[in-house]
């Protein structure tokens, strides 16, 4: 009895070292833990993350060079990078080095954050080693590496979200982005700004958003992360169906061009976007997509 | 969309008469305006803002002690909705609900002109420490509440149309809206967006929320109800 007592009292100091919760809680209830800022260090690697914070929270402002929109990092990668369901930082730096059918070879993180400034950013990639490559790195390990993680959220990127069981709408989606997007993201996916000239809420597509290259430019990532993430606050509170639907519509307008762009945009489309999950080269509500944003 | 000219036309002539009101109220301050000096005053539909310059004053500061909101720069939109949810009981405060019903549509589009042409007026934040602005500027995401910056915009110095500026109000204001919010003596604002997220919050939360964005320093515990 007494050698029991003892080995759950081990069993239960073990666990409550790995995880910082009593053994009694299933895996599956643990939280994760992620490191809150006061938790960086006070040294020159502190420094090296702040600065990816900084870089990270106003990216427009403190990687200008590389940024061809008004979009920043924290726009998509709600809490600083940290909440799952939005392509958290720490499970993207756990996932690294990883193979990725987009460029059909194996990425350094690294060489992922890259990507996301050509894309994402609408900008132009940093040079491996640039300062601010570095700081986002830094951040993100600093991130990883002081998080206590629950294992069934480490999944990078988005979680998958069911087809729905009416193909897509455009009519629909309007009207759901309507009641529940435009409030924010206003009538014409432009954003809004605040008093002082930050921008608040990003724009979604047109000129000063994410070009045709961006992960978020698929239909099956952007209806997923509007599932998971949106309204602010009221994640999970649209259905299925209207996740896909207002999807179709934000993805129905056009925004800057592909980098990838080979001078055509049926030969971009048949090269690049040859997925039901793009609409690049698609006739959607008069206008062929890949041609240029209409909208001012 | 209204014409912004006209209005501020028409506010700064207010304005000016308004200037002797002080004189002319100044007897009576201490009653509540239980007759609001609403009048034609001969062209259009001309409006006289007593009734709210007297508790919210002429430059739309309102008053700190009293827990009075400051009106000045707010959005237009926003100011209106709060002004036809006094008037229908929604939004619940004993003076305000008996000052709105007297007022007609256009009265209340006057008025609301009037206070969001004044410029806004802002404050330092209080303080930098962490723990203090941590849900204003971080959120509390393992409970889905985004940080209040993320709607009301850095420092709280509103966005668009309906998010108003929280900066520039008193910490008795801020702390009576969240509590109000929570109770639902006033409507949760669009897609139920702050009844949903005042919900969660503590009395503590919503404390440190108003001495935040009030500029007070977390020690400065006055003016609390």
């Known amino acids: ?296 | 969309m209204m014409n912004k000219t006209k209005y501020f036309e028409r506010g700064k002539a207010s304005l000016k008469a308004l200037l002797f009101l002080p004189l002319a109220f100044g007897a009576h301050a201490e009653r509540l305006p239980s007759q609001p000096q609403i009048s034609t005053e001969g062209e259009g539909s001309g409006f006289s803002l007593t009734a709210c310059t007297r508790c919210h004053g002429v430059g739309g500061d309102g008053n700190t002690a009293e827990g009075i909101p400051r009106l000045r720069g707010l959005p237009f939109t926003y100011l209106k909705e709060q002004l036809q949810a006094f008037a229908s009981g929604e939004r619940q405060n004993p003076i305000m609900n008996s000052i709105a019903r007297t007022l007609s549509a256009d009265d209340i589009t006057h008025a609301a002109s009037f206070y969001t042409q004044l410029p806004p007026l802002f404050q330092p934040l209080g303080t930098k420490d962490e723990s203090t602005n941590e849900l204003a500027v971080h959120g509390r995401w393992s409970e889905n509440i985004p940080p209040c910056d993320d709607c009301h915009g850095p420092e709280g110095k509103g966005v668009g149309e309906n998010f108003p500026a929280l900066n520039g109000q008193s910490a008795r204001y801020l702390e009576n809206q969240l509590q109000a919010f929570k109770k639902g003596s006033r409507p949760s604002g669009p897609l139920n967006l702050m009844g949903n997220i005042a919900k969660k919050l503590s009395d503590a939360d919503i404390q440190t929320l108003s001495r935040y964005y009030s500029g007070s320093s977390p020690r400065d515990t006055g003016g609390q109800p």
């Open chain 1, 1 to 296: 009895m007494k050698y029991l007592m003892t080995l759950a009292l081990l069993v239960t100091s073990l666990a409550t070292l790995g995880n910082g919760l009593p053994a009694d809680v299933p895996p599956e209830e643990w939280p994760s833990v992620l490191p809150a800022d006061h938790d960086i260090p006070k040294d020159e690697f502190g420094k090296m993350v702040r600065q990816g914070q900084l870089i990270f929270s106003d990216t427009g402002q403190f990687a200008r060079a590389y940024v061809g929109n008004d979009l920043s990092c924290r726009n998509c990668h709600l809490d600083q990078g940290r909440k799952a369901g939005s392509a958290p930082l720490w499970a993207a730096f756990l996932s690294y080095p990883a193979y990725r059918a987009k460029n059909h070879r194996v990425n350094t993180f690294e060489e992922r954050l890259q990507d996301c400034f050509r894309y994402s950013m609408n900008g132009k990639a940093p040079p491996l080693g640039d300062p601010v490559l570095v700081a986002l790195e830094s951040y993100a390990y600093w991130m990883e590496k002081n998080a206590k993680i629950n294992p069934r959220l480490t999944e990078r990127g988005f979680p998958k979200l069911q087809k729905p069981s009416t193909p897509p709408s455009y009519e629909r989606g309007k009207i759901v982005y309507a009641n529940n997007c435009e409030l924010c993201h206003g009538s014409n996916g432009q954003g809004r700004i605040a008093n002082g000239g930050h921008l608040v809420f990003p724009p979604l597509w047109g000129n000063r958003s994410f070009n045709w290259g961006a992960g978020m430019a698929h239909l099956d990532k952007a209806a997923a992360y509007i599932k998971t993430n949106m309204p602010l606050s009221l994640g999970g509170s649209l259905s299925n169906q209207d996740a896909w639907d207002v999807a179709y519509f934000m993805e129905g307008h056009d925004r800057p061009q592909d980098p990838r762009y080979t001078g055509s945009v049926d030969e971009t489309r048949a090269l690049f976007h040859h997925t039901q999950n793009s609409l690049y080269g698609h006739l959607v509500a008069g206008h062929v997509l890949g041609n240029g944003p209409v909208s001012k």
